[in-house]
């Protein structure tokens, strides 16, 4: 019971970060808020106290603790001293509001030198917005300065004492998240084999969930490893392990389709949101192999749940070989051949689960292996040995300057956004006119286009309304109770950093709610004060989107084209690199290839929120966005497949290259290419092709030669998806089409 809520928890929040980051700035605020209450500080700095712990946790990104003491050390004079400027400048109103605009227009350009330079730059701004809010002046700068002082030594005392947090367990946290997402998975597609007609939408979108979850993590881990890792050697050992797992999962769920006799079992019904079950396979096929089939799933399961170090015993050691048999032909046990496809499958995915076993915990008992069992071994500790640690230097990118660098270009739209939210604000209120401002700075953080800008905006006000009606009823249920009040705060700051990578509406509602207890800790809360909060918040989501759209604009359009085309770039690399590595070529780093295009992926499907929004009114796009990043994903998915079977060429006696593969995979790379011109320039007149399947494309090596083996099989197969999804994007991208002769 307590492993199973263990993995639950593990899976709900990989590598337990939104965990930790909810407790370390809880716990910061809680433990500054103590110190200063046995000092005997008033309420006003115990709010301010608070205030800071929170900038002072919540500010800094870096991974690696050394960097983390030496952010946190800077981060204090740089407190200090934009405490010291809000104070001077406090009966000032014109210096006040032009060194304030100076002081966003720094912190958001201070986001091109790193993690460091961000989180200096978020201290400055917000220690600012803290003095204005509790109204800070030069004689009560030396109380300020104290509980500044003792806010930052708590939030060092929890970073590094009470919620510690190293890069070696984040990554060992996050491999347990994978495996309980594996789990998940194989759960999810064990009830798409047996759904009825009428749950099989709904069991195709968990597995398309499941699918999501499972990547998410792995990019997780990627983004670890060079952290987490002792040396690059065992970073390219966890990652081609994960990676494996990833694929045979995938691949899995692509063959349970398939088994139900879907007619169109393909990989865009695994990522293309809300697609009906494929036709011909609603009814789930009852034979005998399929019993076997469901058996062997959850034995699979089973396997994946099992940690490493209780992974002992004569039956789990039988269950492992009974899986990996079936990547012996002559297992295979008596069913259709899509069955048979499922059985292969599933004996891929328990050689990908010993893959993770053992890059993870280490060598395994081997005494029970039957001959499938040690091949399995024998290819894996093949692969092992010729990982090389050594990684190609990066090609040199041309970088933009000036007013075309993205930070440069978000600094001077802030400060101009900042500036119509300052007089806008002041019209408002002489008193709360920051608050525009702050909304109008917190719009263009993470975003990069007017679209999602102006989706940020609007969670920022749907969340700030429903937490002032919260509010309302939290200040009158408190009253004057101090420290009720201050544990409601605690608690609504534990929930903010908790569900921030889920949803920026909650985020906003915690805060606001927040805010209103803290208003009644100062005596100042009244419903005129919260309803004001609403109007701010509204005019500075709108200075905002009024900036991003007339200076210096980056339109969604232009945005999403942008990455499109890296995308596109990025696929062209790993299959160009992957079909020749098959061919013969010489190895190159293909896992890091596959990583990039994963990256970018997942950076042009943040980029198309505001097009996929629910309350979009542009349907029609909504569907296409929708449709091309699934086609994008299908894609992705085959070249990672193409680039694990390339990978196994230097070490799999069994798996020959094909120079056929080259001449096959031309017209695939040939498609890309025209389709990324015509994403970079309109007036592009190339035209894709289409004709003949891949595998006739192939022909036999020699008269009288084998047409393709076994292996050869199923690259084709990837090649073929892989060319029918770059072929699918050329309708809804607006590219004209040429069918090929023959």
Not at 284 to 307: F, I, N, S, Y
Not at 466 to 474: D, E, K, M, P, R
Not at 502 to 519: D, E, K, N
Request: charged letters at 20%.
């Amino acid at each position: 019971m307590r492993a199973r809520l263990r993995d639950r928890v593990a899976a709900s929040d990989p590598g337990l970060l939104r965990l930790t980051a909810g407790l370390r700035t809880a716990g910061a605020i809680a433990l500054a808020v103590a110190v200063l209450a046995l000092l005997g500080t008033d309420v006003t700095h115990l709010v301010a106290g608070a205030l800071a712990a929170m900038v002072a946790t919540f500010a800094i990104r870096e991974k690696q603790r050394g960097q983390q003491a030496g952010t946190l050390a800077l981060g204090l004079p740089v407190a200090l001293a934009s405490m010291t400027l809000a104070a001077a400048l406090h009966s000032h109103v014109v210096a006040g509001d032009l060194v304030f605009v100076a002081l966003i227009f720094c912190a958001v350009y201070g986001r091109r030198f790193g993690d460091r330079g961000t989180a200096l730059g978020l201290i400055g701004f917000q220690i600012y917005f803290v003095s204005l809010f509790v109204g800070a002046t030069v004689s009560g700068l030396p109380e300020l300065y104290g509980a500044v002082a003792v806010a930052f030594a708590c939030s060092a005392l929890v970073r590094f004492a009470l919620v510690p947090e190293t890069p070696t367990g984040v990554l060992e946290r996050l491999r347990g998240a994978f495996r309980a997402r594996l789990a998940q998975l194989l759960s999810a597609q064990l009830d798409l084999l047996d759904a009825g007609p009428d749950e099989a939408d709904r069991a195709l979108e968990r597995v398309r969930e499941g699918t999501a979850r499972l990547h998410e993590t792995a990019l997780l881990i990627q983004g670890r490893l060079a952290e987490g890792t002792a040396d690059e050697a065992v970073a390219r050992l966890v990652q081609r392990r994960v990676a494996d797992a990833e694929i045979a999962a995938e691949r899995l769920g692509l063959s349970l389709l398939a088994a139900r006799g879907a007619e169109r079992a393909d990989t865009l019904a695994l990522h293309l949101p809300g697609a009906p079950f494929p036709s011909g396979g609603r009814l789930p096929v009852r034979e005998e192999g399929t019993v076997a089939l469901r058996r062997d799933l959850q034995a699979l399961r089973l396997l994946v749940l099992r940690p490493v170090g209780q992974a002992t015993g004569t039956a789990l050691s039988r269950v492992r070989n009974r899986l990996l048999d079936y990547r012996e032909e002559e297992n295979l046990p008596d069913a259709s051949p899509a069955v048979q496809d499922a059985f292969r499958a599933v004996g891929e995915a328990a050689r990908a689960v010993l893959g993770l076993r053992i890059a993870l915990g280490g060598p395994q008992d081997e005494s029970d292996d039957t001959p499938a069992t040690a091949r399995s071994r024998e290819e894996l500790d093949a692969e092992d040995a010729v990982l090389d640690a050594d990684a190609d230097a990066e090609d040199a990118e041309e970088k933009p300057t000036g007013l075309r660098r993205p930070t440069t270009r978000a600094a001077v739209q802030v400060a101009v956004g900042s500036t119509l939210a300052m007089v806008g604000g002041e019209l408002l209120s002489r008193d709360r006119w920051y608050w525009a401002v702050l909304t109008c700075w917190i719009v263009f953080l993470n975003t990069a286009s007017t679209g999602e800008i102006l989706v940020k905006g609007y969670r920022r006000l749907l969340g700030t309304v429903l937490g002032v009606l919260a509010g309302i009823v939290l200040a009158g249920a408190v009253g004057h109770h101090t420290w009720t009040a201050f544990a409601l705060v605690l608690l609504f700051v534990f929930a903010m950093f908790y569900s921030a990578p889920l949803s920026y509406t909650l985020v906003s509602f915690f805060v606001t709610a927040a805010l209103g207890l803290l208003y009644t800790l100062l005596h100042t809360y009244s419903l005129s004060v919260l309803v004001l909060r609403i109007e701010e918040t509204a005019l500075g989501a709108a200075c905002g989107v009024i900036a991003a759209a007339l200076v210096l604009p980056v339109q969604t359009d232009r945005r999403t084209n942008e990455l499109l085309a890296t995308v596109l770039e990025r696929l062209g690399g790993v299959t160009r690199s992957a079909v020749e590595q098959l061919s013969g070529g010489p190895p190159l780093d293909l896992l890091d290839q596959a990583r990039d295009l994963d990256q970018a992926l997942a950076d042009l499907r943040a980029a198309t929120q505001p097009l996929t929004h629910p309350v979009t009114p542009l349907r029609a796009r909504r569907d296409t966005a929708r449709y091309v990043v699934a086609l994008l994903e299908t894609c992705a998915y085959h070249a990672r497949a193409l680039a694990a079977t390339a990978e196994l060429l230097p070490t799999h006696p069994s798996i020959a290259a094909d120079p056929r593969l080259r001449r096959a995979a031309a017209r695939i790379a040939h498609n890309i290419e025209t389709i990324a011109a015509h994403v970079t320039d309109e007036h592009a007149t190339a035209r894709i092709e289409t004709g003949p399947s891949i595998a006739s494309l192939l022909g036999p090596a020699a008269p009288g030669a084998p047409r393709y083996g076994r292996v050869t099989d199923r690259v084709l197969r990837h090649l073929q998806r892989l060319d029918e999804g770059v072929a699918g994007l050329a309708r809804p991208l607006g590219v004209p089409v040429k069918a090929s002769d023959g």
